[in-house]
């Protein structure tokens, strides 16, 4: 306790001590001094914010109490470390989402306002873990802390002001971004698939906004996976219900195990739809040029559409074709981005595969939808069964996460 300041037992005690309308710096100043009704200002201040961050990452009530004890003891043993008390919000969220990740890695972004109530129980197959798989357990609290929570309306705003707030992330991805974030974001830091599902996801529900969405993550942040992963996955689709699959990944090499698990699926009524890839070749890529999945190249938006320079192409492989360039959808951190690749064009064939079952459930793979043995040249736009494109994926190990919409 500072000298200057009365005891608080003491007649003639001033009024007005601390409290959460104090500024950081001064709130922070007197904890360091002692002030023990500092220290508790300080908390109530941010007790919100301290548990809004696990809430949102999938923890119950009792996990989130737990974890904001866990932030009270390291804000008290690490403040005096602290050397800007002006970076005291942005560190604080930094450290939550630290312990939250310590303690729950799973639902990761289920509060993106695009994906609010069409999310549905799923499983990580990399960490063995069930709920909604998690985008943000495969990066650190700092990345959440720039991410999450930057608000950037691509509706409201003139289309200057949206091109001013694009950051490329990738070859295939930018991102939309509030200019403070664009700022403090850099793309290095991001694994090589992160956002992936959420931005599959968030185009399915965009074409199909009534359609429920099981997120079952196969593969790892660095867009690898096994073929067990993968085959774990579509078989916990077809079992928890699901009509749909979509796959968002290609691989040069066919899996006798990926193969069967798909066969299993398709007799028993479920639509598996895969990305035809993006090397640019004429090619047969797996799991899109098995004979019972819908593969998907994409298109340019234009009228008439024409093949994507990027997509793989030709008759043997391509089913349909759907746009896959500049795809606006959700990004983690309730962010927006634009995404280019058959990726992209997969979720929209499998967000209209959903509608189509919403509409007549007695579909299926066979009866109603498109199959390998009626594949044609130009299918889905000019060129697409015929003509070249180049690559944004890569070849055999990848991509990224399998997506299972129960309709």
């Not at 710096?25 to 809004?52: H, M, P, Q, T, V």
């Not at 720039?146 to 991805?173: A, M, R, W, Y």
Request: charged residues 15%; glycine residues 10%; proline residues 6%.
């Amino acid at each position: 306790m500072s000298v200057d300041e009365p005891h608080p037992t003491a007649p003639g005690r001033r009024l007005g001590g601390p409290d959460a309308t104090w500024k950081d710096d001064r709130l922070i100043k007197a904890c360091l001094n002692g002030d023990e009704r500092a220290w508790s200002a300080l908390i109530a201040k941010y007790k919100n914010l301290i548990f809004s961050i696990p809430l949102k990452y999938g923890a119950g009530p009792d996990d989130a109490a737990d974890i904001f004890q866990a932030v009270c003891m390291e804000v008290f043993t690490e403040l005096p470390r602290l050397r800007d008390a002006g970076a005291f919000r942005s560190w604080l969220i930094t450290v939550t989402a630290h312990q939250a990740f310590h303690w729950k890695d799973t639902g990761v972004d289920p509060n993106h306002p695009l994906l609010q109530g069409s999310l549905v129980p799923g499983y990580d197959f990399i960490h063995d873990t069930p709920g909604i798989a998690s985008e943000w357990s495969d990066v650190d609290g700092s990345l959440v802390s720039i991410l999450d929570g930057s608000l950037v309306s691509i509706l409201d705003g003139s289309l200057v002001s949206i091109l001013d707030n694009v950051v490329p992330l990738n070859g295939s991805t930018v991102a939309i971004l509030d200019q403070d974030t664009a700022a403090a974001l850099d793309p290095g830091m991001l694994p090589a698939a992160f956002g992936h599902g959420t931005m599959v996801a968030g185009i399915v529900h965009l074409v199909a906004p009534t359609a429920k969405i099981m997120p079952l993550k196969a593969f790892r942040s660095d867009g690898t996976a096994t073929a067990y992963d993968v085959v774990r996955a579509i078989e916990y689709a077809v079992e928890h219900g699901a009509r749909v699959i979509n796959m968002s990944f290609s691989s040069t090499e066919i899996s006798l195990e990926i193969a069967h698990a798909i066969s299993v699926a398709t007799s028993m009524g479920v639509v598996c739809v895969a990305s035809a890839g993006n090397l640019g070749q004429e090619l047969l890529v797996y799991p899109a040029a098995l004979r019972n999945v819908l593969s998907v190249a994409s298109t340019t938006s234009g009228m008439p559409a024409t093949r994507s320079t990027f997509s793989n192409f030709g008759a043997a492989l391509v089913s349909l074709g759907a746009p896959g360039e500049g795809i606006i959808t959700s990004y983690p951190g309730g962010n927006y981005a634009g995404g280019w690749g058959t990726s992209f064009s997969a979720p929209l064939a499998a967000g209209a595969a959903a509608l189509l079952l919403q509409a007549d459930p007695s579909l299926d793979q066979r009866h109603g939808f498109a199959s390998r043995h009626n594949r044609q040249p130009g299918a889905g736009g000019h060129g697409v069964g015929t003509d070249r494109h180049p690559c944004c994926e890569g070849s055999r190990r990848h991509r990224r996460r399998v997506r299972a919409v129960s309709v």
